[in-house]
């Protein structure tokens, strides 16, 4: 998977952030707060979306970044739907954010524990998460930290996740565990890919 996504050109990772927009968009329509990553080199890139996801369905919504908490995930709204300067937030990004020692942008230390920044996992409806690999069935292959497996059991039960990957990053099957929660859709520049329903 390296090797594929290596392989990527910066012309078709551009070109695939551009077609995913409309197919993200779709799939967080309904949704009211919605957690993202915040994207490594390798993974398809997310700052160019935030606007898509913010104004999904015609609808301001919350959008919540996850940051490293120790061995677990902290939340931090970056942009809120109740903000009286909607832009403001993603105006000022780079006063926000840094990259960590892993090299994964993140909330600046300082802003963390603000008790203006506090964000409850369980008000989540949409996690777009990362991954190294998905499957069709929803499988996902993480990067072997553990830090979204602990994160999914503090989401509602009916919390949506949803992966978000190039397609080169489908692949026929993944080796699961146990606890590994699939994803209910993967979405990529060529679709959405939805994985299961809910009981």
Not at 32 to 52: G, I, K, Q
Request: hydrophobic share 40%.
């Amino acid at each position: 998977m390296r090797h594929r996504l290596a392989a990527l050109t910066a012309a078709q990772r551009r070109e695939a952030v551009n077609r995913v927009r409309p197919y993200l968009e779709s799939a967080a329509a309904t949704a009211r707060h919605v957690l993202v990553y915040l994207s490594l080199p390798d993974e398809m890139a997310t700052y160019p979306l935030l606007s898509t996801l913010y104004l999904a369905g015609g609808n301001l919504r919350d959008i919540v970044v996850p940051w490293c908490d120790g061995s677990d995930l902290g939340l931090f709204p970056l942009l809120r739907a109740d903000s009286p300067v909607p832009w403001e937030s993603l105006e000022r990004f780079g006063e926000l954010v840094a990259r960590d020692h892993f090299g994964i942008p993140e909330p600046k230390a300082e802003l963390r524990n603000d008790e203006a920044y506090r964000f409850d996992p369980k008000r989540l409806d949409l996690v777009i998460v990362p991954g190294r690999a998905f499957s069709p069935r929803g499988d996902r292959l993480g990067r072997g930290k553990g830090y979204y497996d602990r994160f999914f059991q503090r989401l509602r039960p009916d919390c949506r996740l949803a992966g978000l990957a190039y397609t080169a990053q489908i692949v026929e099957s993944i080796p699961t565990e146990q606890h590994d929660r699939p994803m209910d859709l993967v979405v990529t520049e060529e679709g959405i890919v939805e994985t299961r329903s809910r009981t």
